[in-house]
């Protein structure tokens, strides 16, 4: 990574597929904290990952991960797996033009 023109991060790309920084300071020591969240929080900040991916990353002693409590049922992701009910046609005719009739998905409402 490049601020400035100067490098401020390497990186190493694991077999997991994630990436492990090396992020150059100026100074000769470093304050590190480990953050401890919830389950249900950690599964929102890290983009929704499955309970399994979750364990995981957790499991993982340089990434730092500390968590609380249980993984509860993520509302965003039981909607995005869900299924639409189909809708029945309101008409039999084809259209006869290009644009003549135009389908239109307007996603999903809670």
């Known amino acids: 990574m490049m601020l400035n023109e100067q490098v401020v991060a390497t990186g190493q790309l694991r077999e997991d597929g ?3 920084l090396e992020i ?3 100074m000769e020591t470093a304050l590190l904290t480990k953050t401890t969240i ?3 929080e950690w599964h929102k900040v890290l983009g929704h990952p499955s309970k399994e991916r979750l364990l995981k ?3 993982d002693p340089e990434l730092g991960i500390v968590a609380t409590g249980q993984l509860s ?3 965003s992701c039981i909607a995005g797996k869900g299924e639409h009910a189909s809708h029945r046609s309101l008409t039999t005719e084809e259209a006869k033009e290009i644009g003549e009739r135009v389908h239109v998905d307007l996603g999903f409402i809670f």
Do not use: G, I, R, W
Request: proline share 7%; hydrophobic share 45%.
């Open 18 to 20: 994630l990436y492990v």
């Open 24 to 26: 150059a300071s100026a």
């Open 38 to 40: 919830s389950m249900d």
């Open 57 to 59: 990353l957790l499991e």
């Open 73 to 75: 049922p993520c509302t």
